[in-house]
């Protein structure tokens, strides 16, 4: 389920800012980028977005600054000689291959990883994460209003799919009733044709070949599966839950009805009814991609 949010917020020397956006997942995953000199910060925050959240691809950023002029930058004088080291090889191996590199610039080295130290490094964090510890549940409250707001959307789609797929099994119904007198005739056809083969035949495995004939032209325990599938439908989305994987799951077995009402068809019109199930059952599917 896709869903956004921004906050920003700041208390005495410094602010910071949240940014949290979700895309369809078929499980929860959490990315983060979070400042690594906070302790704790990092599972606390995992913490509060899984109890939010049960589905889909969440990512989450926080930048936090000292107000201006309030911080010193110091630099990191073991890490600039790695990063430096590092470049020297680069250049070296790229002279050796024939290649000219462009030159970095010093601001290049100041803004690789570690080279710079802010004093915001250095002061008591706990605070800091306390602060934003309490101001993290309104941007996951404004998170989830987003994504409520597109699940009740979603709600009525699905809702209106699945009155459809109810007409549609309603009509196959009707129209597996009028093709009696057809099958009545395949059936007749098929069993004259087993009749001529079964000289010397065992009885009871030509009575086996006919009700197998008979069994395969049925399509009503297909009709009766696709109404109980969908009132189980209906009854996921009464639940206040996560429901997005169990109606996965539910769209594979509307899926497989349709196809086996599609092959004991013998009739053109419950052929072309299964087909527009099986398209409505797709495209419902679709929509479950996005249901937490």
């Not at 030159?103 to 130290?117: E, F, K, S, W």
């Not at 044709?193 to 079964?198: D, G, K, M, W, Y």
Request: one cysteine or more; proline letters at 2%.
């Amino acid at each position: 389920m896709t869903g956004f949010a921004a906050r920003n917020n700041e208390m005495p020397g410094l602010s910071w800012g949240w940014e949290i956006r979700s895309v369809n997942a078929k499980g929860l995953d959490i990315r983060m980028r979070l400042p690594d000199w906070v302790d704790g910060l990092e599972a606390a925050v995992r913490e509060q977005i899984a109890k939010s959240a049960g589905r889909g691809s969440i990512n989450l950023s926080l930048h936090v600054q000292r107000e201006e002029g309030s911080a010193a930058l110091n630099i990191n004088q073991a890490q600039l000689g790695r990063v430096l080291a590092a470049l020297a090889k680069i250049e070296d191996t790229a002279a050796d291959n024939n290649l000219t590199l462009v030159h970095c610039t010093a601001a290049d080295v100041l803004n690789q990883r570690g080279v710079i130290d802010s004093t915001v490094a250095q002061i008591d964090t706990a605070p800091l994460l306390g602060a934003l510890l309490n101001d993290l549940p309104v941007l996951l409250k404004d998170f989830q209003s987003m994504r409520m707001a597109e699940g009740a959307v979603l709600d009525r789609v699905i809702r209106d799919q699945l009155a459809q797929i109810s007409q549609l099994t309603k009509d196959a119904a009707v129209a597996a009733e009028n093709r009696k007198t057809d099958v009545a005739s395949i059936l007749r056809k098929n069993l004259a044709r087993v009749l001529e083969n079964s000289d010397g035949a065992d009885a009871d495995r030509v009575a086996q070949e006919l009700a197998m004939l008979a069994i395969k032209s049925d399509v009503l325990e297909e009709l009766d599966r696709l109404t109980a599938h969908v009132d189980a439908a209906y009854q996921l989305l009464e639940k206040s839950g996560p429901v997005g994987r169990k109606l996965d799951f539910l769209m594979q077995e509307f899926m497989r009805e349709a196809n086996t009402l599609c092959s004991k068809a013998q009739s053109s019109n419950l052929t072309r009814i299964g087909l527009e199930l099986k398209a409505t059952i797709d495209q419902m599917r679709e929509q479950v991609q996005n249901v937490e």
